[in-house]
């Protein structure tokens, strides 16, 4: 059973950072893909960025720049740095895992595993 959670979501002024953190306990598989997403009221989910399991990264082009991907493997934690923060990232923030890597890495309908999601407030 492969559970993920989020942490690190919180009020912030724009220009300012935050770092979300992500575990996924009970991923085995030596494949795969780490990914945030998010999804604000009334819209789509949308990517932000992934990591793969031999260390390809992937960006919105919204974020490119801002946001940086990582992943410490001795804690098992994914991140998410993400620095001048915009009004418009405002909304809730969601850590996923898939087992594969094949398809496309912001398509959320390929992930297996989900976590609660985390709020980021960034004010103007």
């Known amino acids: 059973q492969v559970q993920v959670v989020e942490s690190g979501g919180g009020l912030v002024e724009a220009g300012g950072s935050l770092k979300l953190s992500c575990t996924a306990s009970?991923?085995?598989?030596?494949?795969?893909?780490l990914g945030w997403f998010r999804q604000a009221p009334g819209k789509e989910r949308e990517g932000v960025a992934a990591?793969?399991?031999?260390?390809?990264?992937s960006y919105a082009d919204s974020v490119k720049g801002r946001f940086t991907i990582s992943q410490d493997n001795a804690k098992n934690t994914l991140y998410l740095q993400m620095n001048a923060l915009k009004p418009e990232d405002t909304t809730r923030y969601y850590c996923a895992a898939r087992k594969l890597r094949i398809g496309s890495w912001s398509d959320f309908g390929l992930y297996n595993y989900w976590g609660q999601g985390t709020q980021v407030t960034v004010s103007s």
């Open positions: 990591l793969t399991s031999d260390g390809l990264t």
């Open positions: 009970g991923l085995t598989s030596t494949d795969y893909v």
